[in-house]
Nanobody, 121 residues
């Protein structure tokens, strides 16, 4: 059973920083793309940042220059460094990963349970 477990969320002040981590565990053959999404109350879930297995990254316009996504494949972990936080960054943050549990299996997308980030003004 594959699990993605996020950590690092919490309360931050305007202009502050937080670092989110998401560790994958279980029977995993290979991890491909990994990413972070967020969902604010009353809004749809949106992509924040993504990173490929080759290390290519992409970001939502709203976080470019402030957030940095990275990964450590040996630890099966993806990170999101969030700087210059704003109240509008307040949301539940979810990580995801496209992975195979076995070379013969298809690639599936897995999600973490989410971690709350609250930024006060």
């Amino acid at each position: 059973q594959v699990q993605l477990v996020e950590s690092g969320g919490g309360l931050a002040q305007y202009g502050g920083s937080l670092r989110l981590s998401c560790a994958a565990s279980g029977v995993i053959s290979r991890i491909y793309n990994m990413g972070w999404y967020r969902q604010a109350p009353g809004k749809e879930r949106e992509l924040v940042a993504g990173i490929t297995s080759a290390g290519s990254t992409n970001y939502a316009d709203s976080v470019k220059g402030r957030f940095t996504i990275s990964r450590d494949d040996a630890k099966k972990t993806v990170y999101l460094q969030m700087n210059s936080l704003k109240p509008e960054d307040t949301a539940v943050y979810y990580c995801n990963a496209d992975l195979r549990t076995d070379p013969s299996r298809v690639v599936r997308k897995y999600w973490g349970q989410g971690t709350q980030v609250t930024v006060s003004s």
